[in-house]
């Protein structure tokens, strides 16, 4: 019962202090709003809430949020309006807020300036400290650091500068950039604007654009201005948070933390308010982390080459399905331009023309053989005359031949080897476009794999960015010591080797399909994605496949299925039959064909043009020889023995008869381990893309729990290292799970001698139906 009222008595007590808890209302003023800008003081006011807590009941009335549109006058004229009205704390942003309301003598409420200003002219703007009820944070950045690192990435020589025209009417920008020029040795023109239109119609005559203002330009309108800068091939850099490089501006030297650091301070800021109800202070300047940030995708875009040196300090951010390639593939395309446009292929389809020559060689000992001959001859006159006419001093002659092979079972043998050694190529050719397309297809999931490992080494970059960041914070508040820091420091030194060996890897990647495809080795290509479910994969059941062998009473009779379908669909085996064919004519060609006799007719005309000299008249009585005649015969040939060449030809073909009947039976027998290998290594990948699922998400959630307790101090940097790790490899693991599943499969394919995804939609149906049959005949 006593604890029952000590109960009560702490619920009234708590209530009633809640009851006499303070009301503040806060007031912003703003140089300039958007949809974006509301964003930002939504956060910020979640951010002052979260810290003031219970001490006080906070209030943001939309009726106390001014917007002075870069105009001195109006910009003083809502500072009273909050001065004059229920408003407790005032917040104000922008240069023009800035300018005005550093300049007052007093301060009748709580006033928070807040904005982030260039170092080169932070010295013009003289902001007082120690005045009752003012507070000015700012963040100083650089413009001339961001253009070393401009000069860094992209060295142009003349570089637009776009700043807001009410900023350089209220600050002394030429001077600072004319400063600027000397030291960095580039030339600047400013270009001053009021809308969007005013940066893209000024954008001749420059090699980059360095953006100093444009913090009030929308998401929509950076992305307008992001996509005219890369049309023009222009390199940028934006003086502002990393948000405008996700819109596709080049780079930015300041990310998100320096809001962050804004936020937080400012709330804290207002906490000393709701204390002490009253506060002055010592103006702060805020000093923050420049990080580097890069758009890969628009790098890309503009063809500018990113420096390795650069890459231990950047962040990297963008889309790696928008990466620029002057070809784009899929799975099927990739395989279908392998079979065309393959060296190797081609080479081998040489042969198979060149095969088909040979059996037109060997048809043509069948076609006639025809031959013309001419003769001129002199004769010693003493001979001539004495010849009786039969050869005269001068004569010309000429002759007409033709030799026709009727039959002949050599002829008739080599025809028929001729054949067989075609065929032999035709399949030796497929199994070589089986292979090549099987190289492809491996080639463009290792393509996948290293993209997918190039997207996971980048994000555990950024993650142990961000365990650097847990671990400094530590060490500032005495959590952690220095030791710490340095580890983190060596592991991303460590990840960022890691990163710049994925690019590496990635580009080793798509020279290997370059080369598969005949494109030129530095032809910029990408892989479109591969998922199971999805696109082509969503047609072709490849994850049924896995289904069919993953039950124990289907898998038998399906892996015998596929073993018979892959004899029957073997190039390898094809081939070896046909060249068993060859030995065996050349065997028969040895033995009895070589007592069949070889029948060939013969035929010749002769025609004795010219005559003269001593010796071209006949004696009295002879018959003159006529000037043209004619001879036919036939010739007849039976081979009786030819030194004992006709048997060891025979014993030769037989041997390599026997020898290619043994290849047989091995390939056969190799077909069938390479199928229930193919078969295991699939079951393998299914169970594997379901555990690589859960070992991710466990990871996942691992990774998180360590990283709080790490900042609460509660584990140690080993254990934190630890969990990252093993997130790592959990990643890398779901990510090339379905890939290896699919690859298994092509493997499988390979075996089976075709390619489900190059086949028409009939004859996947005849394979089907073919191992319904099967499964009916073998119950």
């Known amino acids: 019962m006593r604890y029952y009222y000590s109960v009560l008595l702490t619920l009234f007590l708590f209530l009633f202090s809640f009851s006499q808890s303070e009301t503040y209302k806060i007031g912003y003023l703003l140089d300039k709003t958007s949809p974006e800008i509301e964003g930002l003081l939504q956060g910020l006011s979640s951010e002052i809430s979260a810290v003031v807590g219970e001490d006080a009941v906070l209030q943001f009335p939309e009726n106390n949020q001014f917007v002075n549109d870069f105009n001195l006058d109006k910009a003083i004229s809502n500072y009273n309006l909050l001065l004059n009205n229920d408003t407790d704390i005032i917040i104000a942003f922008g240069i023009v807020n800035n300018t005005v309301i550093s300049k007052r003598e007093s301060y009748p409420k709580p006033t928070i300036v807040f904005g982030a200003l260039s170092e080169e002219l932070v010295t013009d703007i003289k902001i007082d400290t120690n005045i009752k009820n003012f507070m000015s944070i700012t963040t100083s950045q650089s413009y001339a650091e961001d253009l070393q690192l401009l000069k860094k990435l992209a060295n142009p020589k003349r570089v637009?500068?776009?700043?807001?025209?009410?900023?350089l009417e209220n600050l002394p920008i030429e001077s600072a950039f004319d400063k600027i020029s000397a030291d960095l040795d580039m030339d600047f023109r400013l270009i001053s604007f009021e809308s969007l239109n005013d940066i893209t119609s000024s954008l001749d005559n420059i090699d980059a654009l360095y953006l100093a203002g444009g913090f009030y330009l929308t998401d929509e309108q950076m992305q307008d201005l992001a996509q005219v800068l890369i049309d023009k091939k222009l390199p940028s850099f934006t003086a502002n948070p990393v948000r405008d490089v996700t819109n596709g501006i080049l780079a930015s030297n300041h990310d998100q933390s320096e809001l962050d650091q804004f936020f937080r301070r400012i709330a804290l800021t207002v906490e000393s308010v709701v204390l002490n109800n009253e506060f002055s202070g010592v103006s702060t300047k805020l000093e923050t982390n420049s990080n580097l940030t890069v758009n890969f995708n628009t790098a890309e875009k503009i063809g500018l080459p990113l420096k390795y040196s650069l890459i231990a300090t950047t962040t990297f951010v963008g889309n790696p399905d928008e990466t620029v390639a002057d070809k784009k593939y899929t799975l099927v395309s990739v395989m279908q331009e392998a079979i065309t446009e393959n060296l190797d292929l081609q080479v081998l389809q040489r042969d198979i023309t060149l095969a088909e020559k040979d059996v037109q060689i060997a048809n043509s000992d069948y076609l006639p053989n025809v031959t013309a001959n001419a003769t001129g001859s002199y004769i010693d006159p003493d001979l001539a005359e004495v010849s009786n006419g039969q050869n005269p001093e001068l004569s010309t002659s000429g002759n007409v031949a033709l030799q026709q092979t009727l039959f002949s079972e050599s002829v008739n043998a080599n025809i028929s080897i001729q054949r067989s050694l075609r065929e032999a190529q035709k399949e030796n050719y497929n199994s070589e476009a089986?292979?090549?397309?099987?190289?492809?297809?491996?080639?463009?999931?290792?393509?996948?794999?290293?993209?997918?490992?190039?997207?996971?080494?980048?994000?555990?970059?950024?993650?142990?960015?961000?365990?650097?960041?847990?671990a400094t914070e530590n060490y500032e508040a005495g959590q952690a010591g220095k030791s710490d820091v340095?580890?983190?420091?060596?592991?991303?030194?460590?990840?960022?080797?890691?990163?710049?060996?994925?690019?590496?890897?990635?580009?080793?990647?798509?020279?290997?399909?370059?080369?598969?495809?005949?494109?030129?080795?530095?032809?910029?290509?990408?892989?479109?994605?591969?998922?199971?479910q999805k696109g082509i994969f969503s047609n072709y059941n490849y994850e049924q496949l896995g289904q069919f062998l993953d039950d124990p009473t289907l898998k038998a009779p399906f892996v015998k299925f596929l073993i018979q379908e892959a004899i029957n669909n073997a190039p390898e085996l094809k081939a070896l039959n046909y060249n068993i064919e060859?030995?065996?004519?050349?065997?028969?060609?040895?033995?009895?064909?070589?007592?069949?006799?070889?029948?060939?007719?013969?035929?010749?005309?002769?025609?004795?043009?010219?005559r003269s000299g001593v010796g071209t008249d006949f004696p009295m009585g002879f018959p003159a020889i006529p000037e043209g005649y004619?001879?036919?015969?036939?010739?007849?040939?039976?081979?009786?023995?030819?030194?004992?060449?006709?048997?060891?030809?025979?014993?030769i073909a037989s041997v390599q008869k026997e020898q290619l009947e043994v290849s047989r039976d091995n390939i056969t027998l190799n077909i069938e381990k390479n199928i229930n290998d193919s078969v295991l290594e699939l079951i393998n990948q299914i169970s594997n893309i379901q555990l690589s699922e859960v070992f991710e998400e466990t990871a996942k959630e691992a990774l998180d729990l360590t990283q709080t307790s790490y900042a609460n101090g509660a584990v140690n940097i080993v254990q934190l290292l630890d969990a990252q790790n093993n997130y790592l490899q959990a990643q890398l693991a779901k990510a090339n799970a379905t890939y290896n599943y699919l690859l298994s499969a092509m493997q499988l394919e390979r075996?089976?001698?075709?390619?489900?995804?190059?086949?028409?939609?009939?004859?996947?149906?005849?394979?089907?139906?073919r191992f319904l049959e099967f499964t009916q005949n073998n119950d």
Request: hydrophobic share 40%; charged share 20%.
């Open 434 to 470: 089986l292979n090549t397309v099987f190289n492809v297809a491996t080639s463009y999931f290792t393509a996948l794999i290293l993209k997918a490992n190039l997207a996971i080494q980048s994000k555990n970059l950024e993650l142990t960015r961000y365990n650097l960041r847990i």
């Open 582 to 610: 060859a030995t065996d004519r050349s065997e028969r060609l040895f033995g009895i064909g070589r007592f069949l006799p070889t029948v060939a007719l013969q035929g010749q005309y002769n025609y004795e043009f010219s």
């Open 751 to 769: 075996s089976l001698g075709l390619f489900f995804l190059l086949q028409d939609e009939s004859e996947r149906e005849a394979f089907i139906q």
């Open 160 to 167: 637009g500068v776009a700043i807001e025209k009410h900023f």
């Open 630 to 651: 004619y001879t036919v015969g036939l010739n007849v040939s039976i081979p009786i023995f030819n030194q004992n060449k006709q048997n060891l030809n025979q014993q």
């Open 486 to 532: 340095l580890r983190f420091k060596s592991e991303l030194a460590q990840n960022t080797q890691q990163m710049v060996e994925a690019v590496n890897q990635l580009e080793q990647g798509f020279y290997t399909l370059n080369q598969l495809l005949n494109n030129p080795i530095d032809t910029k290509i990408d892989v479109e994605e591969a998922e199971l």
